[in-house]
């Protein structure tokens, strides 16, 4: 059965564990083909109906740490909290992390994932010195910014399509002490966010903010901005590095309980912080960065039918289109309680068709009411269009081609280089429509 985060899906795929990188693609039968890591991508760019996975989460190796540079080789199943084990003792942190530690190095790549610090940093592509590719008519290339950087340039972000990631090389970034600094204020209107992010860009290195996605009329935007910085002072390690998650039993096919049980703690946490206006702590990374982790397959609390995720991005000078959205949501009574909003810089990602782009993002999920949600995403994605804006591949499951080929000018360029034996589900559905 396949699978994706969103869980949307009941397609069958083959599944094959690769046994090592140097091993490369196992000869199968299927001629549709596509590699997987941990399967945290919400849609279907990493679900190959009818055809072959390649599950690359057993390249789990580490191949070479520079301890004094900063700089890293290891194979694409390793995940990125696997990274921060070896990396945070020695003084180095991620250079860009998602809202999960569960996801690989190639799956970071393949969408050229992008974090807090997007204003300042850029996405994880910019980041990448080099990976090796491996062709499904057997060749195999090193690709970096001057070797193959056709091939370097469509696989940051490619969605996986340009072949198999078997290792990975990149930078990594300096840090005192992993834990943050987090200031967390509460603002009451989207014009009052953009006023934050620009003030915090100045001042600090990890910007996000928590939107009340069921506000309407004059609370249409209200939420807390959390800004952070690392610390400079001596940590503890054992402290630093410890994880503890609790399970969410396997499918009751009664999501919405828990759902109404996830909200309301993400509630309590967002309002508490409200009532005080403004508040500042020291805060672990894992929890500053990784809220969610600590609840292992939260995604089932949605319930047999799953569910969906839209991110977009805006040009600020359209910007005033979150809150159109925003209130299109709220009148809908269909978005989860909180969403996430965040403004993206304007250091450009190396990847063809990278999502990242100097804008205001955001994303929040949608409990799947079928063909009620399916109508109000497409609706979104004509706003989001509308406004020049783009969808990122890695949470839908529902854009049509002519908006893929819209937010994704490059598309042409792009498709030439794809492996003509890998696809995905995401892909037969915007190279078709
Ligand atoms: C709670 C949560 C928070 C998230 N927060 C963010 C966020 O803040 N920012 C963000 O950008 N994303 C975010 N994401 C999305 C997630 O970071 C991406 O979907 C990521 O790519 C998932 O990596 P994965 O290892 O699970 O890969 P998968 O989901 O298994 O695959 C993702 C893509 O990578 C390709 N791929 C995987 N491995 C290889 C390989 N070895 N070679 C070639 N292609 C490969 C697949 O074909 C697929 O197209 C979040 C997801 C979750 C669940």
Known sequence: MSYSWGNLYQAREQRYSLSAREAGLPDVAESSLLAVGQRRSYGDVGVNDGGAVFDSTTLSRFISFDSKQGILRCEAGVTLWEVLQLT?????????????????????????????????????????RCFELRRSDGEVLECSRLQNADYFAASIGGCGLTGLVTWVEFSLKKIVNPSLEVESIAYSCYADFLSLSAESEQSHEYNVSWIDCLAGGADTGRGVFFRANHIETEF???????????????FVGKGFPLVNQLSLMMFNRLYRFQNRNRSSHIEPFGKYFYPLDSLLNWNRIYGRRGFYQFQCVVPVENSLVISEILQEISRSGQGSFLSVLKTMGSVLSPGMISFPRPGVTLALDFPNRQSKTTALLGKLESMVVE?????????DAVMSGATFRHCYPRYDEFSKLIDPKFSSGFWRRVSAS
Do not use: Q
């Not at 503890?236 to 396997?250: F, G, I, K, T, Y």
């Not at 406004?387 to 949470?395: D, L, S, T």
């Open 88 to 128: 945070v003792p020695k003084g180095w942190f991620l250079p860009v992390t998602p809202g999960t530690s569960f996801v690989t190095v190639g799956g970071a790549l393949a969408n050229d994932v992008h974090g807090k610090n997007h204003h300042g940093a850029g996405s994880f592509g910019c980041f990448v």
């Open 236 to 250: 503890d390690l054992d402290e630093s590095l410890a994880r503890s998650a609790r399970s969410v039993p396997a």
């Open 387 to 395: 406004a020049n804006g783009a969808i990122y591949p890695a949470k």
